[in-house]
């Protein structure tokens, strides 16, 4: 179940990854509902497993390495995409960008959208609609090649819980 919970979760950055500038909403609740309850099933799985498998009188380590773990992948796991978003991101608009453009605006582009979308309301109508379409775009971009590379690495995870984790069940034994 660990392995469908993370397949799920796979299932739903594909989903988000197929997004675009104009996409419906609908798709981006569907991979959002998708990620959300596959790694919601995973991860209370997991714990399961963790403390389930740990002696009683160990189960509030085991616990508290199962949280530990858990908290620490999230915010390995956001740094690294975040890290893969943000470059992309940047590589994208810089590349989009004609010669000449000054590197204020170059700067607050590459920065944020808020910078961007605050650069783009000193420039004159025309510039600021094609320079916004292209921060944009670069930032939609950016975003679903990240999906993309999250649902390979959840993929990956689901492989390798599939093939790993053992199947049986459980049977009660009392012990005197």
Known sequence: MIGLGLAAAAGGYV???????????????AGG?????????????TNDVIVGTAPAEKAGAAAG?????YELGGALGTA??????TGLYRDQVL???????????ADAATQTLAAAGQ????????????????????????????????AL???AAALAAF??????????????
């Not at 390495?65 to 773990?69: A, P, V």
């Open 119 to 150: 650069a783009a309301a000193h420039l004159p109508a025309d510039q600021a609609g094609r320079f916004l379409s292209l921060v944009n775009g670069a930032f939609v971009d950016a975003m679903t090649q990240t999906f993309a590379v999250a």
């Open 95 to 105: 590349d989009g960008l004609p010669a000449g453009t000054p590197d204020a605006l």
């Open 80 to 85: 690294v995409l975040g890290s893969i978003g």
């Open 163 to 176: 093939l790993t984790l053992r199947r049986h069940r459980h049977t009660e034994v009392d012990h005197p």
């Open 153 to 155: 690495l959840v993929s």
């Open 65 to 69: 390495i199962s949280e530990t773990g």
């Open 33 to 45: 509902a998708l990620l959300g309850g596959g790694v919601g099933m995973a991860e209370t799985l």
């Open 15 to 29: 989903l988000l990854s197929m997004l675009g500038v104009n996409e419906a909403m609908a798709l981006a609740f």
